[in-house]
């Protein structure tokens, strides 16, 4: 369902800042039909970024009016909540809340780099942008604190949770470009075999031994700064 900001609190769960894309209690797919203060939230004035960055933004972000918007970006993320109605579907065990979110993003990035690979920069930059600005006035940073306290920050800090999902993104993009389109194909089937909850050594073997390197190397290397 598209929504306009008025039609947002008449449809989207409870709570749900405006363009957040979220299913409701009824498996009802939300998203946002506009630019909206929540996406814009996320870009500094252009004139603050390094010329080459900034430069990238404009040719990937500016909207035929000549704004600055990343609902390109944004408007891609249905895709990435597809991916969350397809494992849930097939069954798939995603042993932590940070892989839950890893997979959609790396099923959407797989997607766009396979077939529609002119989206790749609106794809790519906004998560650059984000992690860039660093981890000032977040409160959480580390993939326990996403684990433990994932409803608080989805619920009540909505910019917390933007930057985790935008470092995930830049991760499945790093993931793909390490081993292309065979690592979400392997990363289902390890997923779908193992039906038990993994301590993290397990974890990390599971996805080193059966998947790809790359992918282990999104818990080993996470940093949250």
């Given at each position: ?64 009016s ?30 932590r ?8 993003n ?6 766009i ?24 006035g ?18 009540q ?14 991760a ?12 979400i ?27 790809h ?8 290397k996470?940093?949250?700064?």
């Open positions: 369902m598209i929504l306009a900001p008025g039609d947002w609190g008449n449809y989207a769960a409870k709570g749900a800042v405006y363009g957040m894309p979220h299913y409701t209690t009824n498996q009802t797919l939300i998203v946002a039909s506009e630019d909206n203060p929540f996406w814009k939230s996320f870009t500094p004035p252009i004139d603050k970024l390094p010329p080459a960055l900034a430069a990238q933004l404009i040719k990937a972000y500016t909207d035929k000549g704004n600055l918007s990343m609902q390109p970006f944004f408007d891609l993320l249905a895709i990435h909540e597809l991916a969350h109605a397809y494992h849930n579907q097939a069954g798939l065990t995603m042993q809340r940070w892989m839950g979110e890893f997979f959609a790396l099923m959407l990035h797989t997607y780099a396979e077939q529609e690979p002119e989206l790749l920069p609106a794809l790519t930059l906004f998560p650059q942008l984000v992690i860039s600005q660093g981890t000032q977040f409160t959480f940073t580390t993939l326990t604190d996403f684990e433990d306290k994932y409803d608080d920050i989805a619920r800090n909505p910019r917390n949770y933007g930057w985790y999902q935008c470092k995930l993104h830049a499945a993009a790093d993931v793909y470009n390490a081993g292309g389109s065979d690592v194909k392997k990363l289902w089937v390890a997923l779908k075999k193992d039906k038990t909850k993994l301590n993290d050594a397990d974890l990390i073997a599971l996805f080193t031994e059966d998947v390197q790359s992918v282990a190397d999104v818990q080993l996470w940093n949250g700064k």
